[in-house]
């Protein structure tokens, strides 16, 4: 199918920037000279389409694609990229004879996830890349620093796992540099009794926020979501060079004049008190744009304006006021998310961040990648 055939019969639609993408990545390097990035591809490319993004970042200069289970990292395996998937959270007993099979990587967070790890690798004769995950304040896995004696004692003994890097992940390095500084100190640490014993190929600290607002001396590998996908991690002056890397359209149903006593949508919580004009747009929180923008400022942009949204959003629709656009016809589109509303703007409106209605956009909503070097489009059903 090609994109002008999705985008004349799609209710909506979503335009992903793949020149944007691989800007806005490249960028971390003005920050951290020489970094390895690793991309996060978890959660569909926080929408984008995690197969179309993986093979889009499997032509650059990366070292693993971080997902966040085994089955997105089976997607893509299986989809031909060759970079090695990184599964980012911990794993399950019954699928590491699959991630040891193919060489994947992930994390270590306990001494049974190690014992496990070597005995299948001994069972495949493998060398086994592990990377050690360290609790610096996150509180979600890795282990304790202080109990780093007992992991390291292990790793000594065992015959069949390298270790290949150690990581860990800032809660904070958005909101409080203080506490952001001290855990960097603390992963330093950590990072030189590690290598007393252990040649380490990656130290991993830092997320979007951190790799942009902080200088990082113990660390080589920086794992990039927020920045990819173009929304400011925190604010700094290179966050005015990000590209926005989505846009999301949909398109006018109808269009109806309503007189004053008519009400909208579920509920009958909007009530119109004078004659207007309002358009119905095929799009509905089952598409991503979400029900808590009901009876929020939230708005579209249509023909070169602002519409507000009336009442309760649906499934696969939503009412806007065009009372102030005598041209608007069926058939017109309205922009989502795009030049004129950022997603961390539809996000306040949504009382979330950018990175949830990212993740939350819909499998329904057919995605169109644009490049200047040609693209293929992805085979979801519209
Ligand atoms: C999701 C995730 C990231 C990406 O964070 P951003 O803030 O989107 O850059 C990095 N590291 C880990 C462990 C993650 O789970």
Known sequence: MNSSYIKSISRAWIEVDLDAIIHNMYLVRRVQQGTAIMPIVK????????????????????????????????????????????????????????????????IISTLEDLSDFEQISKKYGKIFNVHLAVDTGMGREGFAPHGLGNVLNKLNHSTNIKLEGIMTHCPAADVDIQYTENEIRLFEKCVKLVECHHTLKYKSIASSACALGYKLQCSNLVRLGLLTYGIPPIDSDLCNELRPTLFFFARVLTVRELQAGSTISYGCTYKVSKNMRVATLGVGYACGWSRHLSQSPAKVYINGHYCSLLGRVTMDQIVVDVT????????????????????????????????????????????IYKSNTPQVINTRSV
């Open 43 to 106: 959660a569909e490319a926080y929408g984008h389409g995690l197969v179309a993004i993986s093979k889009l970042l499997d032509r650059e200069d990366i070292a693993f694609l971080g997902v966040a289970n085994v089955l997105e990292a089976k997607k893509i395996h299986d989809a031909g990229v060759l970079t090695k998937p990184f599964i980012l959270g911990a794993t399950f007993p019954g699928e590491r004879e699959e991630i040891v099979k193919n060489d994947w990587r992930c």
């Open 324 to 367: 102030h656009l005598p041209c608007v016809k069926s058939g017109d589109i309205a922009e989502l998310i795009g030049k004129h509303i950022t997603v961390n703007q539809l996000a306040e409106w949504a009382g979330t961040i950018g990175c949830e209605i990212y993740a939350r956009l819909g499998s329904r909503v057919p995605r």
